[in-house]
């Protein structure tokens, strides 16, 4: 990406000490980009948890459209069957709202 006339002689002791582990992460290429792309704006980012459990959530689902027993569902992933009757139960929920 282009950055105008802006000056590729940044170092990371140039930028906010609050960033530096962000931009020595990503390269100050990227870091420079980013906040192009976002700067000023608020970015959430998941926890791993939440993508884990949307991974989850999703295999939940396929397991269960291919048939397989909802007590078997749960014992593979260790959680109640009634947890898995939820999420199935939210995913035909959004299914039907979004239609």
Do not use: W
Not at 41 to 60: A, C, M, Q, S
């Amino acid at each position: 990406m282009k950055f105008d006339n802006f000056r590729y002689n940044v170092t990371l002791s140039d930028i906010p000490e609050a960033y530096q582990d962000i931009a020595s992460m990503m390269g100050i290429d990227k870091f420079i980009e980013f906040c192009y792309l976002y700067g000023g704006g608020n970015i959430y980012f998941p926890t791993v948890k939440t993508l884990k459990n949307h991974f989850r959530n999703d295999e939940i689902l396929e397991l269960y459209r291919d048939g397989m027993a909802i007590v078997e569902i749960a014992r593979k992933h260790q959680i109640s069957p009634n947890y898995v009757r939820y999420i199935v139960k939210r995913s035909a929920d959004l299914i039907n709202y979004n239609s």
